[in-house]
DNA sequence: ACCTCGGTTTGATAATCATCGAACCGAGTC
DNA sequence: GACTCGGTTCGATGATTATCAAACCGAGGT
């Protein structure tokens, strides 16, 4: 059973770079991206609390670059990336294509 | 009569990323690009107060998005549109490509 | 009915950050 | 020297924001 949340806006441009410029929902980025598909909240993250993951996944999901779904009871997330891309072309692709490590 | 500081090196993509993801310093950038080299601090904003400019100024030139210059005895700030790219490619100029408006 | 499991919401706290005014500084000019 | 002009630095203030623990909730399982 799929049962996925109502398809919101891409947010705006601002939006969009506040929600990736943090360490923590960059790596959940990252991650959703890694996965190519819904991926179970647990993995996208180490380090924070439930409530704080959960919490970076709702900004993630108001800039429009994430997708909440529940597959078989469980909630997963998901990277719109297509939708991003034709919004601003380029941004979400060339900052997943960047060299992660410093 | 050229004087530019010590090229220092582009930052995170983090940085980057939280460089440009607030509004006035995006707006910053997007001055400087459509200027093409060294422009005079004044005309790359409007709406917050000297101090406050010259304080985004600064966060830009830690991220090694900007550069700072003095030319004939006024300070200049330009854009290190290459330096950035060869470090992260695509993902300043998708911004700037990005329509601004929303 | 009870319990666990995954996730969200609610406060609350602490840290970060944008903003400003005022003081300061260096280079010209008068 | 005194004065402006463009820019920076220094505190200080207020607003955001990241973080957590605890309570809550819905779906299964037993």
Redesign the pocket.
């Known amino acids: 059973m799929t049962d996925t949340d109502e398809v919101t806006q891409v947010g705006t441009l601002q939006e969009v770079l ?1 929600a990736v410029s ?1 360490p ?1 929902r960059l790596e959940m980025v990252r991650r959703m991206y890694a996965e190519g598909g819904p991926a ?3 993995q996208l993250y180490d380090g ?12 993630l999901r108001e800039a429009g670059v994430t997708d ?1 779904s529940v597959i ?5 997330q998901r990277l719109r990336l297509d939708d991003v891309e034709a919004e601003y072309p380029g941004v979400l692709s060339s900052i997943l294509a960047a060299r992660p490590a410093r």
Chains 1, 2 share one sequence.
């Not at 993951?53 to 900004?59: L, T």
């Not at 078989?72 to 997963?76: E, I, P």
């Open positions: 506040a943090d923590v179970p909240c647990a924070v609390s439930k409530s704080t993951a959960s919490h970076h996944f709702k900004i909440r078989g009871g469980q909630t997963h």
